[in-house]
């Protein structure tokens, strides 16, 4: 279960969840041009998946992402939602099933929060009360303070809230489809790293149907359940999990696309959650400063982390600090300036951990609440229990494809046709 919302309410929405998406025969051929944009795709996204769309650029994914809410028409082909054809549908009914997140851009100036968030709602004829607790409820998913942010214009905001912004109005009519185009491409790394943190928390809460378009390998490989690797007119090269793609490209054209340093990346698809967070000696800021002590002098521990009143990682402690604390701790031990939620990938605390002294990085909830510590020790061992075991199953592929081959040719000595085509990816 999610941890609980952080400002208001604290139960998730009891939301609609994603629906299959079917793209069949989907083509779009721009009025003057000659060749297709897009080009016959055929795919299913499974309900409640996050399918990453990448490619070279002009290579049709937003073309493709934009025929499935029919921002653009396709010329031909069929899309199903669910179990319904909307090839045809009246647009506003089918925005209702499809939400749409861009970049932060994609924000009306000239409204406010609020606004935006409510105008699909709006559109769609929902109840003036049932907008205002829908926006309301929202801000609050994103992680934004309803009181503090629904009167703000989108200037206001810094560019992370106002791609949180996006993200709430694209979920506030509660679509089972949302679709990204590039959601996150206009901000710094670092804001761009908690937002996938954040839509990784959000999905786990929702289970919407994502189709998310980014140039980002990384990003595809850390927020996605498959990714659909095109090249020119959306043909698909490889749809396949981050895993597979990682361990066995099914040619040279995705392995460009893989890039160098496969051992990194396959960091990006475990999360903290996923290895041993173990347990930390730990004091608050208002214990008694003789107890303090006594756990450090007496203890098994030499070192402990103090929290704050609201049982967040405030600063290291060690014993040898202890001499400089005299009859306070506010000069005494070394800040916190780093923590990984329990939803930051392997690579993000690493990255923590080789950033701090003592190669440890404290994991919280959250409202930033302390709830372990991932050490350097710990990574190592999952980070090499991972590799080897995306060897040996690279192994087992490759000695497949051998058995197959060698079937194939013994067949064809016999004269038989095997009617068997080679490994191709696409649903
Ligand atoms: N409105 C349009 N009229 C004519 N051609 C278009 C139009 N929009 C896109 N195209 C062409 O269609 C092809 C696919 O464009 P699309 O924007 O879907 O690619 P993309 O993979 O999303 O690219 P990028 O990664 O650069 O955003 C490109 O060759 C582009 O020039």
Redesign the pocket.
């Known amino acids: 279960m999610p941890e609980p919302s952080g400002t208001s309410t604290t139960t998730p929405p009891a939301g609609t969840t994603g629906a299959r998406i079917h793209l069949e025969n989907l083509t ?1 051929t ?4 000659h060749a297709p ?2 080009d016959n795709v055929n795919m299913e996204v499974k309900a409640g998946e996050i399918v990453i ?1 990448v ?12 025929m499935i809410n029919r921002l ?1 028409e396709p010329t031909s082909g069929r899309i199903r939602i669910g179990d319904e054809d909307v090839t045809d549908m009246d647009p506003v009914r089918l925005r209702r099933k499809v939400g749409y997140a861009i970049q932060a851009s994609g924000l009306f100036p000239h409204m406010t929060v609020a606004q935006n968030i409510a105008l699909v709602p709006k559109m769609i004829g929902w109840s003036r009360a049932r907008v205002a607790s829908r926006v309301e409820e929202m801000l609050d998913l994103v992680g934004l303070d309803p009181r503090e942010f629904h009167g703000r214009y989108p200037r206001q905001l810094s560019g992370g809230q106002q791609q949180r912004v996006g993200v709430a109005r694209a979920l506030a009519a509660d679509p089972p489809v949302l679709l990204m ?2 959601p996150f491409g206009a901000v710094d790394p670092i804001t761009r790293d908690h937002l996938q943190d954040e839509l990784i928390r959000l999905q786990h809460e929702l289970h919407k149907t994502i189709c998310f ?1 980014t ?1 980002d390998f990384d990003e595809a490989i850390k927020l996605g359940d498959r990714i659909a690797v ?1 090249r020119e ?2 043909h698909i090269a490889q749809f396949d999990t981050p895993e597979a793609i990682l361990t066995n490209p099914a040619d040279d054209f995705v392995s460009g696309f893989v890039g160098a340093g496969a051992a990194l990346k396959r960091l990006n698809l475990s999360r903290v959650r996923d290895v041993g967070v173990v347990d930390f000696p730990t004091a608050g800021i208002d214990d008694p400063l003789q107890d303090i002590f006594d756990l450090l002098r007496n203890g098994s521990t030499n070192e402990l982390l103090l929290l704050d009143r609201n049982r967040r990682p405030y600063k290291w402690l060690r014993r040898g600090d202890l001499a400089r604390a005299k009859q306070s701790l506010a000069r005494a031990g070394t800040l916190v300036t780093d923590t990984v939620t329990r939803d930051a990938t392997l690579r993000d605390a690493l990255e923590a951990v080789l950033t701090d002294n003592a190669g440890r990085v404290a994991v919280t909830g959250r409202r930033g609440e302390y709830t372990g510590v991932v050490d350097m020790e710990t990574l190592m061992n999952t980070v090499h229990e991972l590799l080897e075991a995306d060897r040996l199953e690279a192994l087992e592929h490759q000695h497949q494809l051998q058995e197959q081959r060698h079937r194939e040719t013994l067949l064809a000595q016999e004269g038989l046709d095997t009617g068997e085509g080679g490994a191709g990816g696409a649903a």
């Open positions: 779009k721009y009025p003057g041009s944009a897009v769309f490619g070279p650029s002009g290579c049709g994914k937003s073309t493709t992402l934009k653009i185009d590039e378009v140039h095109l007119r959306s």
